[in-house]
């Protein structure tokens, strides 16, 4: 299977007013903030010990391990968004500093190559006695990601080389008789292995990956019985017993064909089948990714991108089930949804995966993040009312505002690292032809076989369809472009000098025909705001609509409306109103609308059931983009709304 | 305060066609098939070892204890069961029985008059040392009231004397210097205390009763330090950090105004509340009562009579939080809310605390039992997809179909002595007055100061708003009345051979002017079905009906109706059509209605999100009893319905 490949990062410089604001946040706030909480130095946070583990491990001082068992990956996405943030703003003091930490991981490395701070300096007797939770091959996972994006970015292999030795141990013990059926409680591994044979061309570490995955789920099935080692040790002291589906080792993954378990896991799992499908040439697992992305997409996903309906278990729950107040829809499951997507676009070519990976990273990811970066939310609800998101009840893992960067943070530096990375998902590349994915502006080397083209784009996007594409090939090497139309885009047309060029549209994508050397070019299409409805399987949102434009999904926020949300009705045979305003959120485009409201007026606040109805009033509606909401100080939101009958 | 008194059970005699179904149940099925588990003999059950823990206990065979560490409870609420079935079915044989275990409870006393099988096994020197977890004095609570149950009813004053003999233990140890600020984890020991103080007439176990009361809450706290205790062991290992409002202990119970934590915690203590309020004369104990009635009554409450939002912690959220489909509103919980309206009836004289009570008991607790007596709801939804009652998520507390005894038993035997003694939710009475709360088939003799009355009722009570009531003084004695006037009643008329009777309407009763010795009387009311609208800070229930008839609040099943209930839009403006069926569900009345329905006809069964709305289709709705849902073979159900704007 030919996979269309993602163009080097340090050949995209992007600069896009939409993005910039998010972008900057990486390497203004994100990046320093966060090498503060790895050597806990930020008054009032939680310690995160991170730093001091590797020097304890390294023999670099006295003292013990401490934090989450999988406390090393903090330092492992720190280390994979500086590297992707060096591609875009160098910075030789932080580059110098990730050296050092680089330096620090290496003297932690014991003899073997194994390396996790928590068992080498807790209990290295119990080394893979616990894959189920001990999270060591998660943590290699990400370790391996870094050491991958750092090597892309700066050509240093001093991290490559340590994570390959560390590798190497992961085959050898992996191949073992006693481990031949071993698989990691929480895959990540996978696409670390997956990264470190596509850079070093050695393909035994996908050979790792692709047993890890074959092995998934079946009988015997290690993760299920791996108890009864007398090495086994109980790491989560609370966790109830082990579900097989959870960590999607319920059957063969081939055999898998709905979305189960914990919704990361199951993303990142994905991730990795769909890389070694496209790797091996191999049908049946494509076949099994195509099952699994259509059951999210078709029945198991928000609106807003966001996955795992339950907050018990961080799940997937059962088709149609998309409850909007107290769902999980974690930031960093958003994230393995837009890189599944993202991968069965490159093998498929199908736009139709696009539209899911932008509808994740427009919504879910960004909302994921404030926009002074300083809070973030784990949890992503579409409907929020404060006062009954209580600590110690079955809400308390919903949020009405975003939280501080947290001891254990997974989600900020995934969102980071997705924020510094966004390069890779806005191009991919066969030969000399150009995938447009993403309308955002910036400038892109494509290199060719014998020279190179700059393409630079400009757009408003995503408040504004039209974007102008500037092709211009010093060298006079040409390039083609295939440029991708989004499902909700109307009227899709290329023009060059004013006259419309034919296009050719397959599977989402409009191929031009011919090639450009030095030229523009204008995309075109309408994307107005709309009103949208659930399949009426959705119980928690029949009788509801949403309002999308574009990529962007809608809320309504108590800033804009009041209160009581909940008892607002949409009047949908009145047009919306779409308003762009430089005032707000950093300029965004709002969307008006008219509706009704139940009104408090006339119901006697003693009162709890009435014969009588609240009285519905007019009011007059004012939706703001769903990834800025919480940026006005708190209050109820909420994405769908009544629709007036 | 003047505090109207319940009738002695054996005094009443109900033969009343809505619940006889249902109170039949217990001597027919309950009590018997409890008895076979509290034996471990029923095949399939998780053993509850009830009976050997108290054979171990009192020395009669070798063994252990087992089960949970309030495991006696359940003997005692047989026992009170028992009892109360005694009075209306007397059965020489079950009477027999239960003497028999009433000399293993004693035989499994300890000589300083202790009882609990748990600590006396297992950690007879942590006795008291864990109030918090520990259950000892809610277990005692159980037994107390037990033993005055079968003292009423059967004369034997066996139980009673040890019952008395471990009181004045409580009594002595809870006022020693170091347990001088000791209150029950659990309350429950308060209401026992009270009834033992009743019947005894020694006061000293109303003043115990009184301290843990007044203590609860003070500062220093001491189930908020009890953990310092070097004798204090844990007992339930997954629970988290102890939360004062958890127990209501979060400040004194004079100050709180707001119904908090686990709701069957907060009834019980509410209900010791009134009890001393009246016993004390403590007006200020009593305006606590009526502030936190009032907080639950028209802020905290399910239209069925629900109480306790939050499936995590069993416990009460915030003012208007009722979600529909995750709640808990445990049966016990809504006993409870029974048990302390009723205390308060009696104490106010005000009908509209007899409105909430019966409330509770038509439509919860009623629901909390299949109508072959076999399987049980321990919790309450009013909405159910049974897709989404997954194990493992964050609505496994949510069961759609009701489930079968289970070796630690709350709800059962609970919901089974509120049925064996429904007698005393019936009348109230004081001096030759006779106030008839429900109006339920039956005959009742009210013993006066020199005579008895007897007064008998027949009605189709809840299905028809008519009821005879014919009074026959053999003595010549005469009796006076008050009968209820439900806040739902239109046109409340009594007639005297077909001519009306003037009555003077207060607080919900009406006082009937002079006194009657042999005659009949028609009370008759309207009550049509009606449909109902929540407050609209309620957000759960914005936009949303439900129907109800008199007490009796109706749901749509997907028997009825077909799935996807959530879609379904009542027409409020069509009338609604009651029928009474004898083939459905053993004789009820119906309610027909009108409305649509988002139709799947035209959705492409691929998409989850598009912009065209469903297509709304004309349908027909039945409404049957909530109290009934779930008898036929599970599916949807819906007590709140969307209603078309």
Known sequence: MEKLELLPLKDIRLDDPFWNKYTRLVTKEIIPYQWETLNDRVPDAEPSHCISNFQVAAGLKEGTFEGAVFQDTDVAKWLEAVAYSLSYEPDAALEQTADEVIELIGKAQQPDGYINTHFTILAPEHRWANLREGHELYTAGHLLEAAVAYYKVTGKDRFLNIMRRFADLICDVFHQEKYSRAVPGHQEVEIGLIKLAEVTGDRKYMDMAKDFIDRRGCEPNYLVTEHENPLWINIFKDVKPFLPAYSQCHKPVREQDTAEGHSVRATYMYCAMADLAAAYDDRELLDACKRLWDNIVEKRMYITGGIGSSGAYERFTTDYDLPNDCNYSESCASIGLALFSRRMAQITRDGKYIDTMERALYNTVLAGIAMDG????????????????????????????????????????????????????????????????????????????????????????????????????????????????????????????????????????????????????TVTFAMPARIVYANPNVRADAGKAAIVKGPLVYCLEEADNGNRLAGIYLDTARPLEEAYTDSLLGGTCIIKAKGKKLSEKGWDGHTLYAAKPPVLEDTDLTFIPYCYWDNRGGGEMSVWVKYLT
Chains 1, 2 share one sequence.
């Not at 991919?428 to 020279?451: A, H, I, M, P």
């Not at 974007?467 to 290329?494: C, D, K, M, N, Q």
Request: net charge negative.
């Open 374 to 521: 300083k809070s973030f939310f784990y949890v992503n609800p579409l409907e929020v009312w404060p006062d009954n998101c209580l600590e110690h009840t079955s809400m308390e893992h919903v949020k009405p505002v975003r939280q501080k960067w947290f001891g254990v943070a997974c989600c900020p530096p995934n969102i980071a690292r997705t924020l510094a990375s966004l390069g890779e998902y806005v191009y991919f590349r066969k030969d000399d032809c150009l995938w447009v994915n993403l309308y955002l502006s910036g400038e892109t080397v494509l290199q060719t076989e014998d020279g190179s083209a700059t393409v630079t784009q400009k757009t408003r996007f995503p408040f504004e369809g039209k974007t102008e594409l500037h092709i211009s090939s010093g060298t006079g090497h040409p390039v083609r472009l295939a440029l991708r139309v989004p499902a909700y885009a109307e009227g899709f047309t290329v023009t060059e000098g004013g006259a419309e060029i034919p296009v050719n549209i397959r599977d989402g994508y409009a191929y031009l025909t011919g090639t450009f050397t030095d030229t523009t070019l």
